[in-house]
């Protein structure tokens, strides 16, 4: 049976106009299951340690990014399949997955499309998308990103602009599975799952950097697309410098904040690594749609 | 240099692996895909793929690759499985193992060459240290004919 762990706060509030449909459609679908609803931070992890423990095999995190995260917090089992519903103010892991909104992910739920992600750790939290520092990190704190329309768009990207060109390097030190070390001065870096880009690739950390652009419209390029990635950081080709790893320990002088989905999650120094841990997620992605993309290898 | 699409980079093989401008590499480098290098390595490189050193980049340390091409300064021996390359602004000071060499108008290469084996044709040469150093040509951005020992 299903269990839903459902964040009354998400997105605002939006579940409460939502929910009649939303059961609605899951009735439809033959997927009801059972609800919860969240009471305060760290509840969904509680209440998913619970879900497992009890025998449900299929959680499903009704919410964002933040009751995602909480949710494959709690669960340690491998038979487990997560599913996610995005009514969030920020649904990055649901987008990565294929699922943008809440009527494609009931009908997802139902077709029950499994991949299988190892979970990143970095520290003592576990997370499955994307980790960044470093100018994307600052900005987060300095400038409200998530106002909506034209308008504050415009102003977002002046702001940040006027941000990037004052943001002072990071001295970074990077340590790749023991085997090299890398030094560089560092604007931005994106740590996520390979295997969350590609569901054809294997679960391996993938790292991008970059050191601050010289030219002015190469820097605009990269506010531009900070903004407007959703937490992805520079592990497009903006990235300067990307390599994979299993395990990397990253210090960087002055200590800087990590955030893990768009949410502060320690500072450096960090140790972030691939783990056994893995979680199945209910994906809209398909893999057929990816070998087209790699195609033949000359 | 041509990038990669963001498709390419993604690719099920692993992503390729890049070292840009401004980076020093302490260590050796394994990659299962192409290994492109525009900063600074003092080490090995052993790639499945195609291996390139871009025209700023310094490298100290052995490559093992497919193709290998050299647009920078590298001090170590390079063993291609398929070609390796020394372009117009390349600089190569070690032995070369390969199934190719290529070296273009102004390549700079001091070392020894060595042809693989290739079993149908049973082609192996191997020449006494040597000192090739192309002059600059007024066609330095035209590639120069192949030279293949």
């Known amino acids: 049976m299903y269990y839903y762990i459902i964040n009354p706060a998400a997105g605002r509030g939006q579940i409460k106009n939502l ?42 995190a009704v919410g964002g990014d933040d009751t995602v995260n909480e949710v494959i917090n709690g669960i340690e089992s491998d038979n487990v399949a997560v599913g996610i519903i995005p009514i969030g103010s920020a649904n990055r892991v649901a987008t990565q997955l294929g699922i943008i909104t809440w009527p494609q992910a009931c009908e997802a739920l139902a077709a029950r499309r499994l991949t299988s992600y190892s979970l990143i750790a970095a520290g003592q939290k576990f997370f ?30 002046a702001q940040s602009l006027g941000h990037a060109r004052h943001y002072s390097s990071l001295k970074c030190r990077i340590e790749v599975d ?15 799952n390979q295997k969350f880009l590609n569901p054809l690739a294997d679960n391996r950390l993938i790292v991008a950097l970059s050191d601050r652009p010289k030219a002015r419209l190469k820097l605009g390029g990269i506010v531009w697309k900070t903004l407007r990635s959703g937490g992805q950081g520079t592990l497009d080709d903006t990235a300067t410098t990307r390599f994979l790893a299993d395990r990397v320990v990253i210090e960087t002088e002055p200590p800087t904040g990590i955030m893990v989905d768009g949410k502060v999650a320690g500072r450096t120094p960090i140790a972030i690594r691939l783990t056994d841990r893995h979680i199945r997620f209910i994906t809209e992605k398909i893999v057929a749609d990816f070998k087209n993309a790699i195609g033949p290898r000359n | 240099m041509a990038r990669k699409t963001h498709d390419d980079a993604f690719g099920a093989a692993g992503a390729e692996t890049m070292i840009g401008a401004g980076v020093t590499v302490h260590g050796n480098l394994v990659s299962e895909s192409d290994v492109t290098i525009d900063g600074q390595l003092e080490g090995d490189i052993t790639a499945a793929g195609d291996v390139t050193i871009g025209a700023n980049a310094r490298v100290k340390g052995a490559i093992h690759g497919t193709n290998v091409t050299i647009f920078g300064h590298l001090k170590g021996n390079i063993q291609a499985s398929g070609e390796a390359s020394i372009r117009e602004t390349g600089q190569v000071e070690g ?6 060499i290529a070296i273009n108008s102004g390549g700079v290469f001091v070392g020894r060459s060595k042809m693989q084996t290739i079993p149908s044709l049973d082609i192996s040469t191997e020449s006494s240290p040597k000192q090739i150093v192309s002059p600059p040509t007024e066609t330095r951005s035209k590639p120069a004919a192949k030279s293949k020992p």
Not at chain 1, 28 to 38: A, P
Not at chain 1, 178 to 192: E, H, K, M, P
Request: proline fraction near 2%; include cysteine.
């Open chain 2, 95 to 100: 032995d070369i193992t390969s199934a190719g």
């Open chain 1, 19 to 60: 929910q009649d449909q939303l059961r609605g459609r899951l009735d439809k679908l033959g997927i009801r299951g059972e609800w919860v609803k969240t009471t305060g931070p760290g509840d969904a992890t509680r209440l998913a340690k619970a879900a497992v423990a009890s025998g449900h095999t299929t959680i499903v």
């Open chain 1, 178 to 192: 023991g085997q090299f070390t890398l030094n560089c001065d560092l604007f931005t870096l994106s740590v996520a």
């Open chain 1, 128 to 157: 499955l998308s994307t980790l960044t520092l470093g100018f994307e990190t600052d900005l987060d704190k300095t400038i409200d990103t998530t106002k909506p329309g034209l308008r504050a768009r415009a102003k977002q990207y």
